[in-house]
């Protein structure tokens, strides 16, 4: 049996229980979230890792009122099916939310755009009322390298370094101002649509300084492709919107947010396509030949 076949069929009886019948089921996405088109406007996205890091539906439900509240304010995110109930939705064992469908056009973004709608999204989020958590996926990261020791992953003065890199970020990272931000705002969570730009998956939102969304977005045109025209395009749209970024915190978000990706890596790719072992081999000359 395919290893989607249980998680698709959670995903097809938690529509049909709320009155949608799916009448397609096409993989958008097949990694440790399933991601589904299930009719012409409604997709499904299923936590496959039902045993990694994150358990439970609390960050989930998170997830959910956060996108709520960012779709309600007019920001430019995709939005949840208004056809299901928010959830989140648990079924046969996997944690599962719906979201409407939107069209993806060939064109990429304009870097001002990027900025534009980033900052968008941070404005409205300062109106979240809810407690968010305080630089969550760094220090999640920190207790993350135990489970890499665990498995054998990296030798330990690789893992001696990271939590040297992500240490030293939070203590940085920490005393600064913080306000809710996307958490994960690659280029991979931005999609160009017929409805514009949008962002998505906000299931690592937390409360930080800007500075590590900025850093997250510039994070491959800065280091990897030296597209500094690029970077800089984005950060002064960012800026011309109405927000601000401190040079020094931006550059510890950088390094911090190499460090989490470093770390992650094993979990979301334990089965990494060349490209990827390239990117995670470039990741950790990087931060070593930062040094202390």
């Not at 996926?137 to 990296?154: C, K, N, P, Q, S």
């Amino acid at each position: 049996m395919p290893a989607t076949d249980l998680p698709i069929r959670a995903a097809t009886e938690t529509a049909i229980a709320h009155g949608i019948v799916p009448d397609r089921c096409e993989i958008l996405q097949d990694a440790n979230t399933l991601v589904l088109r299930l009719t012409e406007t409604l997709v499904a996205r299923v936590v496959q890792d039902c045993d990694g890091p994150r358990q439970g539906t609390a960050w989930f439900a998170r997830e959910n009122a956060v996108a709520q509240h960012l779709a309600k304010g007019g920001a430019p995110v995709i939005p949840m099916h208004p056809d299901i109930p928010p959830g989140p939705h648990e079924h046969l064992g996997y944690p599962i939310n719906f979201w409407r469908f939107v069209t993806r056009v060939d064109e990429a973004p304009e870097p001002e755009a990027v900025g534009r709608t980033l900052f968008h999204c941070h404005k409205v989020l300062d109106t979240f009322a809810e407690p968010l958590p305080q630089l969550a996926i760094i220090t999640e990261a920190i207790h993350l390298l135990e489970t890499l020791e665990h498995r054998g992953v990296f030798p330990r003065p690789t893992l001696e370094m990271l939590d040297r890199h992500l240490t030293h970020s939070v203590n940085v990272l920490a005393p600064l101002p913080h306000r809710p931000l996307h958490g994960d705002a690659h280029a991979g969570n931005l999609m160009n649509t017929t409805d514009g730009l949008l962002w998505t998956d906000w299931e690592d939102t937390f409360a930080g300084p800007v500075e590590w969304d900025l850093g997250s977005i510039i994070w491959n045109a800065r280091i990897i492709d030296k597209d500094d025209d690029t970077a800089d395009r984005i950060l002064e749209a960012y800026q011309s919107a109405g927000g601000s970024l401190d040079r020094k915190a931006l550059w510890q978000s950088m390094i911090a947010r190499a460090a989490v990706m470093t770390a992650w890596y094993p979990i979301l790719y334990p089965a990494p396509s060349p490209e990827r072992q390239e990117r995670l081999r470039f990741r950790l000359e990087w931060l070593e030949e930062l040094g202390d």
